[in-house]
């Protein structure tokens, strides 16, 4: 049994158990937030593991869009936050006492990141869906597990995916990471602080199910 097969069976036992079992709904810890919100029970999730945390004041800005160096460094986390061999300065735009500093350098190692032909990480960069979901096709791909294939040619907007996002779209599509809406994935679309949590606990819930 691979490991998107164990994924599924994980998923579907918990939809199983959530229709058996009418529990409440966890108190959100952040004031922007609600109870029954889409996402709140993956942001909750994220930040009792200590994946993804709020942006102060008690908020998580769950519609702030997500950028380059907070998709790495959630990957990092989820890795176990592994030290990077290298210590030094890897790309221009990166000076290593940034908090995002060793979880680049770890990416870069692993080749979850190659930056720009610039020498450039650009971590401010709003990151676009296509775009994470190569980050977590790459992770995976580091980590020596079975990508999957998922089928685009479902989705009406399946061309305006870019030629070098093909198999990371596939993948992501594939083991349930991304999902479409109305028949769209929306690959040039930017995605949002929560968007990642909820594609993070699809990666992390199924694995530990």
Same mark, same amino acid.
């Given at each position: 049994?691979? !490991? ?21 709904a /966890?108190?959100?810890?952040?004031t922007? +937030?609600?109870? =029954? ?5 993956? +942001? ?7 994946i993804?945390?709020?942006?102060? %004041? *008690?908020?998580?800005?769950? =519609? #702030?869009?997500? =950028?380059r160096?907070?998709? &790495?460094?959630? /990957?990092? @986390? !989820? ?7 290298? $210590?030094?300065?890897i790309?221009?735009? +990166?000076?290593?006492?940034?908090w ?8 870069y190692?692993? *080749?979850? $990141?190659?930056?720009?032909? @610039?020498g450039e990480?650009?971590?401010?960069d709003? !990151?676009?869906?296509?775009?994470l ?6 992770y995976? /791909?580091? /980590?020596?597990?079975? $990508?999957?294939? *998922? ?7 399946? =061309? ?6 093909v ?6 599509i594939?083991? *349930? !990471?991304?999902? %479409? ?14 968007? #990642?949590? &909820?594609?993070?606990?699809?990666? #992390? $819930?199924?694995?530990? %199910?």
């Amino acid at each position: 049994m691979n !490991i998107w097969t164990q994924r599924l069976k994980a998923g579907l036992c918990a939809l199983c158990l959530a229709a058996a079992f009418l529990t409440p709904a /966890l108190a959100s810890s952040y004031t922007d +937030v609600a109870d =029954d919100a889409w996402y709140a029970s993956a +942001v909750e999730s994220m930040r009792t593991q200590g994946i993804m945390q709020g942006t102060g %004041g *008690g908020t998580f800005s769950p =519609d #702030l869009i997500t =950028d380059r160096a907070t998709v &790495v460094t959630v /990957l990092w @986390k !989820i890795a176990g936050s592994p030290a990077a061999a290298e $210590t030094g300065q890897i790309f221009s735009d +990166v000076p290593t006492d940034r908090w995002y500093a060793q979880a680049v350098a770890w990416a870069y190692e692993l *080749g979850i $990141t190659t930056g720009t032909d @610039k020498g450039e990480f650009r971590p401010a960069d709003q !990151i676009t869906r296509e775009q994470l979901a190569v980050f977590f096709y790459r992770y995976d /791909l580091s /980590l020596g597990h079975e $990508t999957a294939s *998922g089928i685009l040619d479902l989705y009406v907007d399946a =061309d305006q995916v870019s030629s070098w996002a093909v198999d990371g779209m596939r993948h992501a599509i594939g083991a *349930g !990471i991304v999902e %479409g809406s109305d028949y769209q994935l929306s690959p040039q679309a930017t995605a949002t602080r929560a968007e #990642l949590a &909820v594609m993070l606990d699809r990666v #992390l $819930t199924p694995a530990a %199910g």
